[in-house]
Each structure stands twice: as C-alpha cells, then as structure tokens.
C-alpha cells in the first residue's frame, strides 16, 4: 500500500515538474492580450493611485471568478452559450475601443470612469471572458484540477505584473493599445469558432505566433516627443496660464538686487566699469 502511494506521489510530482512550465508560459502567452485590455480600461480613471487600486481589487474580483470557473468548468463547459457570451462581450470592447472619439493624434482610448468602482466590474468581467479560452486550454493539458488552479493563480500574479507594465507603455508605444485590441479580437472569434465547430479553432501555436506578430508592429513606433510638448501645452492652457515671448526675456534687475550685489564686492576694490583712467 505505501509503495503504492509513493509511486503515484512520485509519478504525480515528475507530471506536475513537466506540466507547470507549460502552464505558466501558456498563461504568459494568453496574459498578454488580457494584460493590455486590463491596462487600458485601467486608464480611463485619472490618477495613478485610481489605477493601482482599480486593478488590485478588479484583479481580486477576477482571482475569485477564475478559481469559481474552473472548480464548475466541467458543468460551464456543457453550455455553448457562456462561450459565445464571452465572445460578444470581447468584441464588443473592440467595438467600443476603435469606435471611441479619437484625440488630437488620431489614436482611439477606451472609456473613462468617474470612481475606481466604475472600472472594478469592467475588469472583473473582462478576466472572466479571457478565462474562457485559457481555462478551457489549461483543462485539455491536465484534467488535475489543482493543477489548472495553480496555473490560474500564476496567470492572476502574471496578469498584474504584466498590466502594471503596460500601462507604462501605452503612453510610451503609439500602435500598443491598437495591437492590443486586435489580439482581443482574436481570442473573441476564437471562442466564437469553438462554439460553432471544434475544427475551425486554430492551433495555439498559430495564435502564439499572430499575437507575437500583432505586439511586434505594437512596439515598432514610440510616441513622438512633440506629441507630449503639445499636451504639456494643452494642459498650461486649461491652467490659464501659455508661456509666451516675454517669458524668455529676464526681468530688469531691481534695486535691491543691484545694491546687494553691491555689497558682496570686497571693500576697496575699484570696479574697471567706474574708472575710465587706470593706473599704469
């Protein structure tokens, strides 16, 4: 009986060593589109301090939604229409994104959100749809369960770190959040084969590569630093105040200044300005 057990605990230990790294860069990989969605949305409240704390409780939300889908995946999974409702609402950020006003340089932003309580939902239910597709990958690599829950909670940890990260370069790379809503795209019509035929899905591979291609042309353009000076600019505006000619002029030196210059020359030292006969 104790043989027994050890060859399975020993069997399961080797399984697990060789399946974890898989799991992790899958949820890596899977992250990536999710991460930028996340970032975005995070973007539409003010300050930092309202992002941070938008994505720290969206996330906490989504942790709790993710260990619920994949405890019930097995019951979830019967029903195409979580699937296809996953999709809608994938695509319909996408929609929402590139149907948005753009601004003065032409690039579209998602929404804004007027408290932290406004972009939490959003969050939450964004991880979710994502869920849906990595969750369902994680299950057809193992069918333990604490496994796929030990790569949804290394997905959740990635997922943080890594939109922390992207909202830094959404302001720094041009075509990213772009880039980022077309691979959302991609994993909404993913879903959306799945549901219709299991034949049509494209391999993960093929998806690896397309989301690597998609965030390359993403990263190819960093944003002009003229375009940061025009909103420097635009923002002196809404404070009143725009720097003008007579900015760069200095002031005539007053009084005061002129006698306390004055006073720290050394005494009796003649200034060659004031003597128009020097000593030979």
Request: net charge negative.
């Amino acid at each position: 009986m104790l043989d027994s057990l050890l060859d399975i605990s020993t069997n399961l230990g080797i399984d697990t060593l060789l399946l974890l790294p898989v799991l992790i860069a899958l949820e890596a990989v899977l992250s990536a589109d999710n991460a930028i969605a996340l970032a975005a949305i995070a973007q539409g409240l003010e300050s930092e301090q309202q992002q941070q704390r938008a994505l720290n409780v969206g996330l906490v939300a989504a942790f709790a939604l993710r260990m619920l889908l994949i405890l019930t995946a097995s019951w979830v999974l019967r029903f195409w229409q979580f699937e296809v409702a996953g999709a809608l609402y994938l695509l319909w950020l996408v929609y929402q994104h590139f149907t948005a006003a753009e601004d003065e340089s032409h690039h579209h932003h998602g929404p804004r959100f007027a408290s932290v309580w406004q972009a939490v939902p959003t969050i939450a239910l964004t991880d979710l749809a994502f869920s849906l597709d990595s969750v369902t990958t994680a299950i057809a690599l193992s069918r333990d369960v604490w496994v796929v829950l030990l790569g949804g909670t290394i997905g959740i940890l990635t997922l943080r770190f890594m939109a922390q990260l992207f909202i830094r370069w959404l302001d720094e790379y041009e075509y990213l959040e772009d880039a980022g809503f077309i691979t959302v795209a991609f994993v909404g019509i993913r879903l959306l084969l799945r549901v219709a035929n299991d034949n049509l899905v494209p391999p993960q591979w093929l998806m690896v590569v397309l989301i690597a291609g998609i965030f390359a042309w993403g990263f190819s353009k960093k944003t002009q630093p003229e375009a940061a000076a025009e909103t420097a600019v635009d923002t002196a505006s809404q404070n009143g105040h725009l720097p003008s000619e007579n900015d760069s002029l200095a002031a005539p030196p007053s009084a005061s200044s002129t006698a306390a210059e004055a006073s720290r020359q050394p005494a009796g030292v003649i200034s060659l300005e004031n003597d128009a006969n020097p000593a030979e």
